[in-house]
């Protein structure tokens, strides 16, 4: 489950781009919530409602297999869920003091490695509407648009990439 990243070939054990990604274990659960936490408070103001990533059961999914982290501390997570015809990307969140460091790049490339290796040539994923930035990033990926939608309280855009 190691995501090589070409630009750290030299450091593997840089922290300012993880080229790990583990499965997430019982010791993990402060950390996945407070990164989970620290990556979605921005966004409280914006969209009206807490984000869902931040009510979710961390210890719950955890347990179930479905989360992977990233650094040494922790500052990156993801929530995988995979389905019969695609893997569900239920919440990735990088630690605002890791921005712009690579680490939401690297999470995005195990994600495609995570579906392949599982047999699965479609990721999907949604995000908030009031979440602009995501909208800009995900399509740079190759995630492409397939509705909006309102569930609940959430206004989201929901994307898919092909692998």
């Keep these: 489950m190691t995501q090589e990243n070409p630009e750290n070939r030299e450091n593997p054990n840089n922290p300012k781009n993880p080229t790990t990604v583990r499965r997430a274990v019982a010791a993990d659960v402060p950390a996945v919530r407070a990164v989970t936490d620290a990556a979605y408070h921005p966004?409280?103001?914006?969209?009206?409602?807490?984000?869902?990533?931040?009510?979710?059961?961390h210890a719950a999914d955890v347990a179930a297999g479905r989360v992977f982290v990233t650094g040494d501390p922790v500052?990156?997570?993801?929530?995988?869920?995979?389905?019969?015809?695609?893997?569900f990307l239920d919440s990735i969140a990088v630690h605002p003091e890791a921005a712009g460091q690579g680490v939401g790049r690297g999470l995005l490339a195990f994600v495609d490695e995570r579906a392949r290796s599982l047999g699965l040539a479609e990721v999907r994923l949604y995000t908030n509407a009031l979440m602009w930035e995501n909208r800009k990033i995900y399509p740079r990926y190759g995630y492409e648009v397939v509705e909006r939608r309102v569930d609940g309280p959430y206004d989201r855009y929901h994307y898919r990439k092909r692998l």
């Design 43 to 57: 966004y409280i103001e914006r969209i009206g409602v807490v984000p869902a990533p931040m009510g979710a059961d």
């Design 75 to 87: 500052v990156g997570v993801l929530v995988l869920v995979p389905h019969e015809d695609h893997l």
